[in-house]
């Protein structure tokens, strides 16, 4: 689970560096752009909530003995997607051109190619949303049998595929092109989120029935706990989806791509450090209100806010001081020059703070969740997606692609923040003090920190220039090492107490234990 884990994570950025060799210009743009509506329709089918109904429906049944019960509910629910998935990915290949100038309005007129290219893209990738739909009852049925290699195994070999695609279509452009990218999505989905797992679901004795009972109490039930979670996971695509199709507008010859690669580099700090501790809270925070026992409930709140702020406000710093040092280092080859460097800077730049903010919302969210209440978050969702449009109509004239941005960051700050007033007023105080206490106690870490990424990467440049790739390696690892090092010296040296258990809930989750937080550690 580790390999698999930590192999994906550095996958993703291999897909992104070698498609950043395309540059931010021209039609690397249609091919980002023809994302959108695909993902949508993705976290509308199911999302990553099908597990989230799915698993503990299944395992009930199989922890009782009902093995006929469960393989039933599987069949059901397999044929349900296949034909109601089947169906939308249909309508959308047919629909594909008008799609493409719903999401990209900037293009129609000005840039006729880019919005051709994009439809035609788009119904080459429709297909892989049914893949990833499929396979994600797949891998949720696999964890169910505590079998959890093979799923994660998964997202490895789908950007395996799209990194060969964008080889192919480098070396050779004439004959390879981005629709070579766009046909290796597909077969990456097949592939990695299907195929890869047939086998071991095999294995352990999977059974297709051809069954497709609307009735059956299991499919009744898992519609039932996930609806609300999809649409909650929806809205929050949502907000991307806004900031997206307005950079067409803002800046129809590279705004999708400039978003696209800010977008992936800021989400990876809250990837692995904010999702991780949510992932691992969530069945503590479950457990104490099972119990109604919200003195620990809260207890274990308080206690999964600290240390992912801990984790994550040098990650923001990190992210929002030295955004140019680090596009430099993983990004600027090939097509990708000073100008699209400095593009993607400014925005993730502007994306930075929001790293707090979507780590907290993972945590504030899964909070509600273990209340069985999915709808307050939606609610809010919704409040978060109105904030990303007004924001974003008010400041994309005077701030480009950073005003886009800075709404999408915003907007995240107004989802956790008023979840995290409406949570306080449910169960009483969070123990916010602890919060602040805990950020206190970092302060003088966090400046040192701040102090070091500022004029780190200008000194390491002044020393060794800004070209050849050890010289962007030293301007981008200089500062981390020294400002890191710091960091943790100072926290010891002012006893923060999530110096120790941070750590642990991420490797916890990363290594796939159960164990609880060592609340000795922090009460």
């Not at 990209?104 to 007129?109: K, S």
């Not at 071991?200 to 004795?205: I, K, M, V």
């Not at 307050?376 to 997606?385: A, E, K, M, Q």
């Amino acid at each position: 689970m580790v390999f698999a884990t930590l192999g994906a994570r550095v996958a993703g950025l291999v897909r992104v560096m070698v498609l950043a060799r395309f540059g931010t210009t021209g039609e690397i743009n249609a091919y980002y752009q023809a994302f959108v509506i695909p993902d949508l329709v993705y976290f509308l089918i199911a999302g990553g909530a099908l597990r989230t109904g799915f698993v503990p429906i299944f395992t009930e049944y199989i922890t009782k003995g009902k093995w006929g019960q469960a393989w039933k509910t599987f069949s059901s629910l397999l044929w349900i997607l296949l034909i109601f998935g089947g169906l939308i990915v249909a309508a959308g290949i047919l629909a594909a051109p008008m799609l493409a100038v719903l999401i990209a309005p900037g293009w129609v007129g000005g840039e006729p190619e880019l919005l051709e290219l994009c439809g035609r893209l788009m119904r080459i990738i429709f297909p892989a949303q049914l893949c990833f739909v499929v396979g994600g009852l797949l891998m949720g049925t696999l964890n169910a049998h505590k079998h959890f290699f093979w799923p994660a195994m998964g997202p490895i070999v789908y950007d395996f595929f799209i990194i060969g695609g964008a080889v192919l279509a480098i070396a050779m452009p004439d004959t390879f092109g981005l629709p070579t990218i766009a046909y290796a999505v597909v077969l990456g989905a097949l592939a990695g989120n299907v195929l890869l797992q047939i086998r071991p679901l095999a294995a352990h004795g999977a059974r297709l029935q051809r069954v497709l009972d609307l009735h059956d109490e299991g499919v009744k039930r898992v519609i039932k706990l996930a609806l609300p979670v999809i649409f909650g996971l929806a809205v929050a695509e949502i907000n991307y989806i806004i900031i997206r199709t307005f950079s067409t507008i803002v800046a129809p010859d590279q705004g999708p791509a400039v978003m696209e690669f800010a977008n992936r580099l800021w989400k990876l700090p809250a990837g692995i450090f904010g999702a991780a501790i949510a992932i691992a809270l969530f069945p503590m925070l479950a457990e104490h209100y099972a119990k109604d026992d919200e003195d620990k409930y809260r207890r274990d709140f308080s206690f999964g806010m600290r240390n992912t702020m801990f984790l994550t406000v040098p990650a923001a710093i990190v992210m929002g001081l030295m955004p140019a040092a680090i596009v430099r280092l993983l990004m600027q080859y090939g097509d990708f020059g000073a100008q699209s460097t400095a593009a993607v800077a400014e925005v993730m730049m502007w994306f930075a703070p929001g790293i707090v903010a979507l780590s907290g919302l993972y945590i504030v969210a899964r909070a509600f969740y273990a209340r069985h209440d999915t709808k307050t978050p939606l609610l809010v969702g919704v409040i978060s997606v109105a904030t990303c449009i007004v924001l974003s109509f008010t400041l994309m004239e005077p701030m480009a692609l950073s005003g886009l941005a800075l709404a999408m960051t915003v907007s995240n700050f107004v989802n956790a923040g008023a979840l995290m007033a409406i949570l306080k007023r449910r169960v009483g105080q969070l123990d916010g003090a602890s919060m602040v206490n805990s950020q206190i106690r970092c302060l003088p870490a966090n400046l040192f920190l701040v102090a070091i990424c500022y004029w780190g990467p200008a000194y390491a440049e002044s020393l060794l220039g800004a070209e050849g790739v050890l010289s962007r390696a030293v301007a981008v690892f200089g500062p981390l090492i020294i400002g890191g090092a710091g960091f943790f010296a100072l926290t010891a040296a002012f006893k923060v107490r999530e110096l120790s258990s941070a750590f642990s809930m991420v490797a916890r989750r990363f290594g796939g234990s159960k164990a609880a937080p060592q609340h000795n550690e922090v009460t």
